[in-house]
């Protein structure tokens, strides 16, 4: 049966609801600035985004290629520097950081570095660029990733940026601030949270046509499952309107047909 | 302080702060004098095969390529590249055999266009090697510790990652709040080359839009090449002193050379040219690739306005600035090959 939406345009329009308006968000690149700029389209037109090079709270025109191209601060409140955004981000500006990832554990920990060792490394991938940044000093941390038995992993192979690391108080226990950590994760199959008690990743949403078997087959660690688990509510005309209405949008979610 | 854990990455470029001021007053010069060169002169006079290198902007935004492709064309070997956001610039450099260690927060990859083929491959392969990680804030927070004279900065980033371990910081129990605290050490490039919109002949500079990580990075280099879109009157400067981003003592040599961030961003002024990007992810695909590159667009021309004829010419520069005032469509001829993969 095929859908009026592509998963990609689904996995934004999700995104986008997660983000509340009135609040400063840490964007990365590719979906997560596609979502927030939907948001701020949609219910969070107050929302403030914070780009890691400098850009303060731009009105984005067009789907920036980089999180520090002259779209990250067109029409800014403030063209700054990443010592003073990142000093916000330590200081505990950021509300939510944004991210995006490779591979991902039952603790929310991420690995964009590598894929096999690190010295003799089978993929080589960017790195944390402001990831860690992100995942470090944000108090919640939505990450949106595609799902797979090799992404949704045991044991990520680097943990690039921190999730809840080994469990609950492990966070602090490094150093890192109180209450800060991983949220809401967003795949092409479902929505996930953290288990309050065990800082485990913990399945609470479904997307249509989806199953919990369809979930469980794509992770390769052991997920916890909500009492209830809600089935996504569809893109409604208006968010696919308005996310295909975003100045090259097309590049992440395709062009219509 | 109490040591509670250490990277296993490679310190580099690091200097006792002491080390650090014999340097300032031995080798910088306090009198404002005309600094400008040409770009072969000030490459071949202060970048050394071996040397640590760190570019200015963000990896594809206000980068100095036109110093790029001089080291390129004059075979520069062995440099230590610090990847604090490497983008277009890590890629090309690796490629072509200037760099082959790093420091890494973010290299291998093009943003939105993807993993870079090239660089990638060169790691992957062993021709090239990353001693240390880094994420962006704590890159940048090193460059602001060697701004600042002192041997290292505290922060919170970093902790209990992966990243950490394979970096040369240390975690050590902060004497005020009894909590682990990352300090992250000093880094002092031998040399820095940044892109600036206009600057005089002193090197007193000007940048439009957002500084990234050269305010503290221009401090903490060694030694300064400024590359600008334009020379103006010392006068200009002092009329409106509070948009002066570097002053001219932090400057060892002015370079103008109009475009010469292309094919990356400068803004304000032109957008990426992603119909060349685009060609260099092609091509780079292949080792051949890469040389037939290098030889187009490097060896086989001899001045950047050579290069820009080649690149397209006015027709291209005119649409590239279109582009940037949002007044054209893009074209990104990379999301076609992206979906083929």
Redesign the interface.
């Given at each position: 049966m095929s859908k009026p939406y592509n998963m990609t345009e689904l996995m934004a329009c999700v995104a986008a609801r997660f983000l509340e308006d009135r609040k400063i968000v840490f964007v990365g690149?590719?979906l997560p600035i596609l979502a927030a700029m939907l948001a701020q389209r949609l219910h969070a037109p107050n929302m403030v985004i914070f780009f890691?090079?400098?850009?303060l709270g731009p009105e984005v025109?067009?789907?920036?290629?980089?999180?520090?191209?002259?779209r990250?601060?067109y029409k800014a409140l403030m063209?700054?520097?990443?010592?003073y955004v990142?000093s916000c981000?330590?200081l505990g500006y950021f509300d939510y950081a944004f991210l995006g990832g490779a591979q991902i554990d039952m603790y929310g920990?991420l690995n964009t570095?590598v894929i096999g060792e690190?010295d003799?490394?089978?993929?080589?991938?960017?790195?944390?660029?402001?990831?860690?940044?992100g995942g470090?000093?944000a108090w919640r941390t939505i990450i949106i990733m595609r799902q797979d038995p090799q992404k949704f992993v045991e044991k990520v192979d680097?943990?690039?940026?921190?999730g809840y690391?080994s469990g609950p108080g492990?966070?602090e226990?490094?150093?890192?601030?109180e209450g800060s950590g991983p949220y809401r994760v967003i795949t092409q199959l479902g929505v996930y949270d953290f288990d309050e008690e065990t800082k485990r990743m913990r399945l609470i949403s479904v997307h249509p046509g989806v199953t919990v078997e369809d979930v469980m087959k794509n992770t390769s660690f052991e997920l916890l499952v909500a009492d209830k688990v809600e089935t996504t509510e569809e893109p409604s005309p208006r968010e696919l309107e308005i996310l295909r209405g975003i100045?090259?949008a097309?590049?992440?979610i395709g062009k219509q047909k | 302080m109490k040591v509670l854990e250490e990277g296993k990455g490679e310190l580099l470029a690091w200097m006792d702060h002491d080390e650090a001021r014999r340097w300032v007053r031995e080798n910088k010069r306090r009198d404002m004098v005309d600094k400008t060169m040409d770009l072969k002169e000030a490459v071949s006079k202060f970048v050394h095969d071996g040397c640590y290198l760190a570019m200015g902007g963000?990896?594809?935004?206000r980068i100095s390529m036109a110093a790029i492709y001089e080291m390129i064309r004059q075979r520069k070997r062995h440099i230590i590249l610090a990847?604090k956001?490497a983008?277009h610039d890590v890629d090309i450099l690796v490629a072509s055999g200037v760099v082959d260690k790093l420091e890494?927060?973010?290299?291998?990859?093009h943003?939105?266009?993807g993993?870079s083929p090239a660089s990638?491959r060169m790691?992957?392969e062993?021709k090239a090697k990353?001693v240390s990680?880094?994420?962006?804030?704590?890159f940048?927070?090193r460059f602001?510790a060697a701004a600042m004279g002192l041997p290292f900065i505290p922060?919170?980033?970093?902790?209990?990652?992966?990243?950490f371990r394979?970096s040369s910081a240390k975690?050590v129990e902060d004497p005020f709040s009894g909590?682990?605290?990352?300090l992250l050490p000093a880094c002092y490039p031998d040399v820095v080359f940044m892109h600036v919109h206009r600057c005089d002949v002193y090197g007193n500079c000007q940048i439009d839009?957002?500084?990234?990580?050269?305010?503290?990075l221009a401090r903490a280099a060694k030694r300064l090449i400024v590359t600008t879109e334009e020379i103006i009157p010392n006068e200009e400067i002092r009329r409106e002193p509070w948009r002066t981003v570097i002053p001219y003592f932090l400057v060892d040599a002015v370079v103008e050379i109009p475009y010469g961030s292309h094919p990356c961003?400068m803004?304000?002024m032109y957008?990426?040219d992603?119909e060349h990007i685009a060609e260099w992810l092609e091509l780079s695909r292949t080792p051949e690739g890469v040389d037939q590159y290098f030889e187009k667009y490097v060896y086989s021309v001899d001045s950047f306005e050579e290069y820009l004829e080649k690149i397209g010419g006015l027709k291209k520069l005119n649409y590239l600035k279109k582009l940037?005032q949002?007044r054209a469509p893009?074209k990104?001829p990379w999301?076609e090959k992206k979906k083929k993969k």
């Open positions: 690149t590719g890691e090079a400098g850009g025109p067009a789907l920036p290629i980089s999180v520090g191209d002259s990250t601060f063209a700054t520097s990443m010592d990142m981000a330590q920990n570095t690190h003799n490394p089978k993929v080589r991938l960017p790195g944390s660029g402001g990831a860690n940044d470090s000093l680097f943990i690039t940026t921190p690391l492990a966070r226990k490094a150093g890192l601030p100045r090259e097309w590049i992440v | 963000f990896g594809h935004i990847g956001t983008v890494v927060a973010y290299c291998f990859g943003e939105l266009r993993l990638r790691v992957e062993g990353v990680e880094w994420s962006n804030a704590g940048q927070w602001k922060t919170r980033v970093m902790l209990g990652t992966d990243t394979w975690v909590k682990p605290i990352c839009g957002i500084i990234i990580e050269d305010y503290e961003n803004p304000y957008y990426f992603e940037e949002l893009l990104a999301t």
